[in-house]
């Protein structure tokens, strides 16, 4: 098993940076593909950027793309998303999961850390 567990969230204005953290414990994270997911209130989750084991492919929604960047250090057994030019429909809870294969379906992965808040004001 996987234990994820999500740091790295607060309070941003409109266009500013943030850079959250998923932290895995177990030696064999580093076979896992990656995922980050959001949440807002009131709406279903919704895929953000995967990474695979290896550190390629790398996918991201339309809505982050070149705004965000999904990265992992295997010898720290830690996921990053490095969120830019944040904007007030990026406020969500955000979600890393670990799973078998890159995708954007969040039925496919097995893991979920319990989520950390981002909440960009505008």
């Known amino acids: 098993q996987v234990q994820l567990v999500e740091s790295g969230g607060g309070l941003v204005q409109a266009g500013g940076s943030l850079r959250l953290s998923c932290a895995a414990s177990g030696r064999t994270f580093s076979r896992y593909a990656m995922g980050w997911f959001r949440q807002a209130p009131g709406k279903e989750r919704e895929f953000v950027a995967a990474?695979?084991?290896?550190?390629?492919?790398?996918y991201y929604a339309d809505s982050v793309k070149g705004r965000f960047t999904i990265s992992r250090d295997n010898a720290k057994n830690t996921v990053y998303l490095q969120m830019n030019s944040l904007k007030p429909e990026d406020t969500a809870v955000y979600y890393c999961?670990?799973?078998?294969?890159?995708?954007?379906?969040?039925?496919?992965?097995?893991?979920w850390g319990q989520g950390t808040q981002v909440t960009v004001s505008s």
């Open positions: 999961a670990a799973g078998p294969g890159v995708t954007s379906t969040p039925e496919v992965y097995d893991y």
């Open positions: 990474m695979s084991w290896s550190g390629r492919p790398i």
